[in-house]
């Protein structure tokens, strides 16, 4: 029912929208119609009605190329960024291997040109999290030394964070990545690897979990 409620308003918006566009044609309606995209794709995707999920991400690329293509600010780059990490989590989803690999990585190229040009915490987190997302995707590829390569940039870079500024998504990249190496490293009968990111995995999800408790 709440996702029914969601669609009936997101569509309205969308035809709000969509109307704005047609007889204004300003930046501003462009970029709040591609949010709204984006939002209805997001909501299919959780419904696991992924063609209709496609079909509204793929809209609000369309126009987040558009805006990129005509302003380049920072916020189109990085939300032209988060639109390719959706549909290439989508595909993922859809066992589309090869298609989530070709948006995963068009996102992670973007939240490198964010890093080198203003390197924020956000700009780490985003690409410390692609780097994750493209790790956990080739091991599901049976890639495993690509797999491993950006589990441990994942790492390296969520750890290079001070602790006391690390965020939740920082530590999730940290422990997600730490399981799959570990799972990596018992394949190859690296006991004693896997041993070690198990234990980082663990311990960084120790951080989490009393976080959590002190906000309860």
């Known amino acids: 029912e709440r996702y029914v409620e969601s669609e009936i308003y997101l569509k309205k918006s969308i035809e709000l929208k969509e109307n704005l566009k047609d007889s204004r044609n300003s930046i501003i309606d462009t970029s709040e119609l591609a949010i709204c995209y984006g939002s209805l794709g997001s909501l299919y995707c959780s419904m696991q009605r992924y063609k209709e999920s496609e079909i509204y991400y793929k809209k609000a690329i369309y126009l987040r190329e558009e805006l990129k293509k005509s302003r380049n600010s920072i916020t189109d780059i990085s939300d032209l960024a988060s639109s390719y990490n959706n549909l290439g989590y989508l595909y993922r989803s859809m066992q589309k291997y090869e298609e989530s690999e070709i948006y995963l990585k068009k996102s992670m190229y973007l939240y490198e040109e964010l890093k080198k ?100």
């Open 117 to 216: 040009s203003r390197n924020s915490l956000t700009d780490i987190s985003d690409l410390a999290s692609s780097y994750r997302n493209l790790g956990y995707l080739h091991k599901l590829m049976k890639n495993y030394d690509d797999a491993e390569f950006y589990c441990k940039e994942a790492i390296n870079m969520a750890e290079a964070i001070p602790n006391n500024n690390q965020s939740h998504e920082d530590r999730k990249n940290i422990v997600y990545s730490g399981i799959a190496l570990s799972e990596l490293y018992y394949k190859k009968n690296k006991l004693g690897q896997a041993k070690k990111y198990m234990e980082k995995a663990l311990k960084y999800q120790k951080l989490i979990d009393e976080k959590s408790n002190e906000l309860e």
